[in-house]
């Protein structure tokens, strides 16, 4: 069996490199010529664990190949993916469709024999209708099927996200299509994977309900954290006793500065507009978007408060710029207003992250010192503010902070550090949701 993916991004080339692996033929097509140069020299143009290796096993197998043009990678294709991005349209939140639509016009264009065109890019309800009708319009003679199989990898862990995922969801009403979907995914059947078929506006709308879910459980936490400061609570106890509840589950339950990323932000605001023109508004989801927004707003202020009322002149380490571990992704990072907000108030930014430094370089003014790792970002620095949760950061010792550090703050938004152990090695300790220190003007020793 032959498959061909448009877009070689996060889902493109993690999908390309999982089918392959199942023993299927992919050419994974990356239009960013730069990319796609990179891609055959064997070189990955995003971090993510394990996909270096699967890239290159499976090339190296015959399997899994980068073609020069679209037309090259669709030649033979029982299914074209589309997995090209669908980011927020400047100005009214819609999912800008401009890629999809592009791909799919010159597929359509391209295509000698009646293939299964299959949106895996996150899209609007009614979006496969469209290509559907785009695709009968331009080429009638082909007998083009359309499907929808919605991807619910999260960066990081997208690989086994992919290998083992809690379910795949294809939308279509073809039944050519769906034997097409069956036999390619029969390996995750085998391996007992629910296997759901719905309609294509069902899968379509799947995927947002599941994103505009999990957005608005971290969003409900973060108000929890916000609560559990006011009241002397501690909101990971608080996340734990309610997680525990089989009903509720211990996931997303983190408090920490608001969600980013390339698909909770996009996605909320996507799902808000299209029940707004749906004649469905969902109060829920604008609440979400207009919290989350609100709260990564608010954090440059949180820090400066906990430093004393301002930052002007002192020096503030940065931990973690991408939007969360194991991924290099700044896509609406929290980071980056955060360090705005420090730089608009007269700070010294030093920031380190293990892989995104590249990235953030093109995101922050060039006055932000990039460390070479947290040592470097942490000397003489007066406050640390713990922004992602990279596992490298868990073992820095309060003892150690002590000796590298000018200053006695440390203001954690992942609440990975133990508050009583940096209480004891004379920290003013600033987590989200949890007991602060009495004061937030005496904190500093200079
Ligand atoms: N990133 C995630 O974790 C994730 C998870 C689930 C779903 N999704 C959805 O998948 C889609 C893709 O997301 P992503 O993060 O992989 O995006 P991305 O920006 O990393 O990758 C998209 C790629 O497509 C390429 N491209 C654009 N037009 C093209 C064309 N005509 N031909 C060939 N290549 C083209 C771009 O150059 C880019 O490399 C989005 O709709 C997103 O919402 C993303």
Redesign the pocket.
Known sequence: MKIAI???????LVSGACFAEFGVSVDV????PA?RAMLLEGRIP?YEPGLDRLVADNAAAGRLAFPDS?EAGITGAEAIFI????PARRGDGHADLT?VF??VE?VVMALDHPAIIVT????PVGTGRKIAELAQRLRPELGIEVASNP?????GSAIPDFMRPDRVIVGTDSERAREVLRRLYRPLYLIETPIVFTGLETAELIKYAANGFLAMKITFINEMADLCEQVGADVNDVARGIGLDGRIGRKFLHAGPGFGG??FP??TLALMRIAEEAGAPSRLIQSVVSVNDSRKEKMAARVIAACGGSVAGKRIAILGLSFKPETDDLREAPSIPLIHGLLADGAEVAAFDPVAMDGAKALLPERVIFAADAPAALAGADALVLVTEWNEFRSLAPARLGQIMRGRVVIDLRNVFDPEAMRQAGFAYYGIGRKQPPTATNSLMV
């Open positions: 448009i877009g070689g991004g996060y889902v493109g097509y990356e239009a960013d990319k995003i679209l997995a090209v991005g669908t890629y592009a791909a010159q895996k890019s996150t899209v991807e619910f990898l999260r960066e390339s698909c996009k996605d």
